[in-house]
């Protein structure tokens, strides 16, 4: 680890998780962020394909659904463990070496603003190994870019198993780049992400701890 990296990192030496995800994300994004205890050892960068034209509620709305803290990007702030940074409508979301965040107004990578594909190529340029990326619902190719990215940067990628997508075009675009560590079911990628980087699962209604 160089030492400009941020100090914080995983049991499993991860230190940034990064979610794509498009049309049926909100689902998605409720059941993932859902499964993660407020303990998550590292930050969490995501980037949902919003109308540019209006404000958003979604970090307010993923808030509700999971134990640790939602909130919109601020163009230079330093992402912390244990909390879900949301790309605002029409900013790109990238980060820098350190954790540092920013917001960009560069032109729509395939007509989107946010990219996935930006966002998992600046964690690849600033994480390398040390990045875990997931492709959740979506139709179109948005990620697949960007995987190939994180896997020449000896990064680690999931993809929701399209069969459990509400749109199989995001995750099967990723799978078809045969860069995909983990084709999982979504209910099955919060547990997995907990394991990989070593935190805690939040425990639902009517679940119990062994």
Known sequence: MSADTPGWTSAGGFEI?????SAGGIRALT??????????????LMV???DPRHDTVLADLLGRRTGLRVKLAVNGETSAAGVVYVAPPNFHLLVKTGGVLSLSRSDPVRFLRPSVDLLFE???????????VCVLTGTGKDGAGGVRAIKDRGGTVV???PTTADFAGMPQAAVATGQVDYVV???RIAPLICELVGGG?????GERSS
């Open 122 to 132: 600046s964690v690849a340029e600033a994480y390398g190994a040390a990045a875990l």
């Open 17 to 21: 998780v990064a979610l794509g995800s």
């Open 201 to 205: 699962r939040r425990e639902r209604s």
């Open 31 to 44: 059941e993932v962020l859902g499964g993660l205890a407020t303990d998550l050892p590292v930050p969490v």
């Open 159 to 161: 993809a929701e198993d």
């Open 48 to 50: 949902q394909h919003l």
């Open 185 to 187: 079911a979504l209910d």
